[in-house]
Structure formats: structure tokens, C-alpha cells
T-cell receptor
């Protein structure tokens, strides 16, 4: 089944403890991205990647890191989480951008709480 | 800079009535416009998009959207709403002349009452 898989679904951690949220897609998509969803603010893009080893900042990249060593994986890293990073996170992928097949497929989300 | 606005936090309609969810955008170049829906306890799903061509775009579940360049709008419409259309709807825009960032609106919660 074609899908974007995020893990974990729920995560509670403490301030300063490094964590990684994994994201994997099995559709051979070139474009992958991370978003955070906060009430009243909608979805805000954190980072995106056009292909392997190509990553760029979105609108809210501060406090986050990403890597794209393989086409299928795009982990989100919080080196030193803080309470203001408590949010619902979504990973998404698209076959490509700027073409007729530009369309995001989303993972199920990761609810992160930083205490 | 690109941006998108959804002026209504909530839209309430009766089942069988027309549904409209508003979206306006701002870009420097030509817009790529999208609608996504988030059903309760389910992930986000693509509804439709406008890249170029006909101003009226048809999408999933009977939804359509009209691109209006002069009003910089991309309103989502459904002629006859269903209770199952109750969800959170997001409009998104990408500037054809920009980088590959995608900007979402704050979302509109649609409630369809039986």
C-alpha cells in the first residue's frame, strides 16, 4: 500500500532531550516536507527536500534539523526540544513539484509534547 | 513573499445546502493553489489543485474550486453538502516564481448539520 509512515504517533519528552521523528515513504517520491500544525495557525512548513541531499528551510525552521540521505526517508531532528515545540507534526511527500502530478501525501501525524 | 488567508474560522451549513469555503492568496508570480481536508481522527487528504488552464477545477468527493485571478481567490465549493463533509479545510499556495515552499492558511472548520 502506498503510504507515508511517521513514527512515533505520540511522544512526550522533557526540555533538552534530543529526539528524532522518522518519516518514510514507499512511493519513490522526490519531494518530502515537514509541517507543524497549531490551533489558529494552520500548517506551517518546517523544512522540505527536493531530492536526496537537497534540503531547504521552510517558514519555521528554527530549532529543527533534517537530513535526506536516502530518497525514502526524511527524519526530523530536535536537538534540544523546548516547550514551544509542542505541536502536531506531519510529514508529507509528492512525486514532484511544478508539474501536473504535484500533490502531497501526508503521514498520520506525530503529537509531540515537550515538558 | 507568498501568503494565503482563509477569512472564516468556521462555516456552518445544513445538509443539502451549498457549501463555500473562502480562500484568498498573495504571490509575486503565478500561483499554484491547493485544497486539502482533514477529517476527524484521520490524516490530511488532497482535494484538488489549480496549476494552469480552466478556472473551474473539479476534485474529489464532489468538490470544485474557482480560480479568480483578478480577486486573487480560490474558493472551494460543493453544490450539496453532506454531514460527512464536516472537517477542517486548508487552502495552500506556492509561488511559481519562488522557491518550493508551500504556505497554508489557518484552516476553516466546516460543520454540516443534518
Amino acid at each position: 500500500e502506498a503510504q507515508v509512515t511517521q513514527n512515533p504517533r505520540y511522544l512526550i519528552t522533557v526540555t533538552g532531550k534530543k529526539l528524532t521523528v522518522t518519516c518514510s515513504q514507499n512511493m519513490n517520491h522526490e519531494y518530502m516536507s515537514w509541517y507543524r500544525q497549531d490551533p489558529g495557525l494552520g500548517l506551517r512548513q518546517i523544512y522540505y527536500s527536493m531530492n536526496v541531499e537537497v534540503t531547504d528551510k521552510g517558514d519555521v525552521p528554527e530549532g529543527y534539523k533534517v537530513s535526506r540521505k536516502e530518497k525514502r526517508n526524511f527524519p526530523l531532528i530536535l536537538e534540544s526540544p523546548s516547550p514551544n515545540q509542542t505541536s502536531l507534526y506531519f510529514c508529507a511527500s509528492s512525486l514532484s513539484v511544478g508539474a501536473s502530478n504535484e500533490k502531497l501525501f501526508f503521514g498520520s501525524g506525530t503529537q509531540l509534547s515537550v515538558l | 513573499a507568498q501568503s494565503v488567508a482563509q477569512p472564516e474560522d468556521q462555516v456552518n451549513v445544513a445538509e443539502g445546502n451549498p457549501l463555500t469555503v473562502k480562500c484568498t492568496y498573495s504571490v509575486s508570480g503565478n500561483p499554484y493553489l491547493f485544497w486539502y481536508v482533514q477529517y476527524p481522527n484521520r490524516g490530511l487528504q488532497f482535494l484538488l489543485k489549480y496549476i494552469t488552464g480552466d478556472n473551474l477545477v473539479k476534485g474529489s468527493y464532489g468538490f470544485e474550486a474557482e480560480f479568480n485571478k483578478s480577486q486573487t481567490s480560490f474558493h472551494l465549493k460543493k453544490p450539496s453538502a453532506l454531514v460527512s463533509d464536516s472537517a477542517l479545510y486548508f487552502c495552500a499556495v506556492r509561488d511559481e516564481w519562488g522557491d518550493y515552499k508551500l504556505s497554508f492558511g489557518a484552516g476553516t472548520t466546516v460543520t454540516v448539520r443534518a
